[in-house]
């Protein structure tokens, strides 16, 4: 067993866990965290994307020992304090970004990620940014939309508050 | 799915890394490799030895007129680098190339090059750039000419008990022209086909290619044929593409049709490098 000390949406936790256990494993069933979600377990469709240190990684194919020590984003913890939705959030139920819902936690950390670097993005940017991200339903092009309302959204609000 | 049990130690230094590498543990850099591949159980180590954090392996600097890039450093590291946008930007270029945002973040070049993918990016960039790969073991350092790294399907020439520390670059002159082509496998992302090619002010080039044989190759036979850079001589150079290779064959893709997509990344490569 290996002790790991990580910092969860701004809690710190402690847990002793089996080197072997993967990172979302430990979010889903030690943390009960299940906002993110594991589709295909072999590091291709991005369900389970988090953010580790500020970037978007795949918590499928990463140990939880691996992020000790590191600080951690999920989807529960997105939502700016004081909001409940992150303009993501928002953008995806306003131009129905979804349907299943599966890929979508996982859409939208990448996205989030994305967007903090690039907040003026064109659909090409957009769609090159999602490529570890698959959907079986949307057919993506309401992804897309989604993320424009959402960049769109974020430069408002950034533009109020400067 | 889960991997076998192993232990796990994260040492601070290369040093201490060393001291615990014995043939029962792995390093472990990036993961993306290793853990698909633990998680598989095609692969059962006692014990991980992670590097990811180890901070003499990380960052991209130059070193008088060479280029050094930490065994360590992610595909994203060296992605958003203005050294190498500056010095080497066919390795930007071939970085954003690489499977998704996410595995750029973790992924490593020196997990790739000593994983050997037959399909890896940077195989072909790295032989193409003149890289030297430097390696630590507990009797000392060597440098390794990536003309002579990568060996066979998956085997490099990395003995048991070293580690990649860095990858060193001549810094090219300026004038300089390079370039990555890849053919993309849509699911997995790995290059069907890639070429890599850099053509020195004085008109000699350098090509290397991914994906095409079991191991990365220069193509000593295009790079002595582009001679004046005319549209004659390149289509000649073209036309010799990967002659006399033992091509890979997968459902992806048969002889024929890997030895088209050579020829036609390699066409790509060179109009790339034209004035
Ligand atoms: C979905 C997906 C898509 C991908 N797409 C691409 C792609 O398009 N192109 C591409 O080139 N690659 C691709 N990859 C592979 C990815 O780039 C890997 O991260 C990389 O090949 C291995 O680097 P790593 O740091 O993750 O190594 P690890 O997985 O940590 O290690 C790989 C191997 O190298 C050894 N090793 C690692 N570092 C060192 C060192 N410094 N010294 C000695 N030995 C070492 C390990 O012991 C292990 O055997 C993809 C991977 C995934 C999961
Ligand atoms: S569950 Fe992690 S990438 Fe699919
Ligand atoms: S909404 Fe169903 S997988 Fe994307």
Redesign the interface.
């Known amino acids: 067993m290996a002790k790991i000390t990580v910092k969860v949406n701004g809690k710190v936790y402690s847990h002793e866990v089996e080197p072997r256990l993967l990172l979302a494993h430990y979010l889903r069933e030690v943390l009960s965290l299940t906002g993110t979600h594991i589709g295909c377990d072999t590091s291709s469709c991005g369900s389970c994307t988090i953010h580790l240190d500020g970037q978007s990684v795949k918590s499928c194919s990463m140990l939880a020992v691996q992020a000790d020590g590191c600080e951690i984003t999920t989807i529960e913890g997105l939502a700016p304090s004081g909001s409940e939705l992150h303009p993501l959030q928002e953008g995806f139920k306003e131009c129905h970004g979804l349907q299943c819902g599966f890929c979508t936690t996982g859409m939208i950390m990448s996205a989030a990620d994305f967007l903090q670097s690039n907040p003026d993005p064109s659909e090409e940017q957009i769609r090159h940014a999602l490529e570890g991200n698959f959907c079986r339903c949307t057919g993506y092009h309401n992804i897309v939309k989604s993320v424009q309302w959402a960049a769109q959204k974020m430069k408002e609000d950034k533009a109020v508050t400067a | 799915?889960?991997?076998?049990?192993?232990?796990?130690t994260?040492p601070d230094t290369v040093e201490a890394a060393l001291d615990l590498l014995d043939d029962d543990s792995k390093i472990?850099a990036g993961?993306?490799s290793l853990?698909?591949a633990?998680?598989l159980r095609l692969s059962a180590p006692g014990k991980?030895i992670?590097i990811?954090r180890i901070p003499s392996l990380k960052g991209i600097k130059m070193d008088g007129n060479e280029l050094v890039i930490g065994a360590a450093a992610t595909h994203?590291d060296i992605l958003e680098s203005d050294l190498i946008k500056q010095h080497l930007p066919m390795f930007a270029e071939g970085a954003a190339l690489i499977?998704?945002?996410?595995?750029r973040?973790?992924g490593t070049l020196g997990g790739s090059l000593a994983h050997a993918d037959p399909s890896a990016d940077w195989p072909a960039m790295v032989l193409a750039a003149e890289g030297t790969v430097v390696v630590q073991s507990k009797t000392g350092t060597r440098s390794i000419s990536s003309d002579d790294f990568f060996t066979g399907f998956y085997s490099t020439a990395l003995e048991s008990g070293e580690i990649i520390t860095e990858i060193r670059f001549p810094i090219p002159a300026e004038g300089t022209k390079m370039t990555y082509q890849k053919f993309v496998q849509p699911?997995?992302?790995f290059a069907i086909v890639g070429c890599a090619a850099l053509r020195h002010p004085d008109g000699t080039a350098r090509v290397a290619f991914t994906g095409v044989a079991d191991a990365p190759f220069r193509d000593t036979a295009v790079e002595n044929a582009v001679g004046d850079w005319s549209e004659e001589a390149l289509e000649a150079a073209v036309a010799l593409t990967a002659q006399g290779m033992e091509f890979n064959v997968d459902h992806y893709a048969s002889e024929t049709y890997r030895h088209h997509l050579a020829r036609v990344y390699c066409r790509k490569a060179l109009k790339a490098l034209l004035y």
């Open positions: 799915m889960i991997s076998y049990e192993f232990d796990y994260r472990l993961g993306h853990i698909p633990l998680k991980l992670d990811a994203s499977g998704d945002p996410m595995i973040h973790k699911a997995s992302r």
